[in-house]
């Protein structure tokens, strides 16, 4: 092999629990090519990621030529491909010199994960959305204020003078999730369709009584038993319940801050409608891959 040199070209990887996404970028953060495929952490071994990875890149590879690949994303947890660490919070967000670099058995790649960072008390995590934090504040630089990241464990970040200060973890998805697939009220909300008039009216109450939340869920079941409501109505409702909630928690520790909604528009456009019915105003930073747009501002300088 001739001497090997840096290829000019990289790969941006967010790897999550379910899901692989990759992009081929050119040097200006350009993307020339993307990828993305169900094969998360949730189905790998340590010792398989470099194989699934060369699976899905090794068209954009070349013997004579070193790419770099930069990950965030659950690959660097404890159960990923290689423990990426976690910055401390109060903390800047990470950048590419503290990312970890992986030993790889393909001499075509350099592959660095990012670390995620870490709450003391109370205890929290996160990996992954402080890659979408870096991309929102290379933008808006001088925010000062909330960043809600909704997703299957929906993020409240705190941050001020670009740093993160303090950050509060909700399974609001996941539960979610859980309620409709198996619990008994998978019997009255399966299906599909959404009544956005419930789902505002079960935000307010659920965020007017939040300790009332598990009787609220049950009282969907009932609903659907005594009234035979559909559950195109039910399932918005269940949806608000929870969001409900969160929202209430959040608005009793942080309701003086600006917030904004950073992730894609489906989930965002819910927790907007429910922040507002509750007369909070809230922005929106809608992008279709906000971790994309986080690792190129760390790769290459640029938003």
Known sequence: MTETVMNPNWIAVDWGTTNLRIWHCDQAGNVLDETKVQAGMGTLTASEYEGVLISHIDHHLSDDVITEVLVCGMAGARQGWQDAGYLTA????PALNQAVTVHTADPRIMVRILPGIKQPEPADVMRGEETQIVGFLKQTTDY??????????SKWVHVQNGQVVEFQ?????????LLSRSSVLKHSVSGDGFSQFDFVDAVKSAFENPADAS???FRLRAQHLV?????TILRARLSGILIGQEVAAMQRQWNHLPITLIGEEALCSLYKSALEAVGTSVDLNLSAAPTLRG????RTGKG
């Open 227 to 231: 009234h035979d409501t559909g559950a």
């Open 169 to 177: 973890t909700f399974m609001t998805g996941e539960v979610y999730d």
């Open 215 to 217: 009787s609220q869920l």
């Open 295 to 298: 690792l190129i501002a760390i």
């Open 90 to 93: 109060p903390c800047d967000t």
């Open 144 to 153: 000062n204020g909330l960043i809600c990241l909704p997703g299957t464990h």
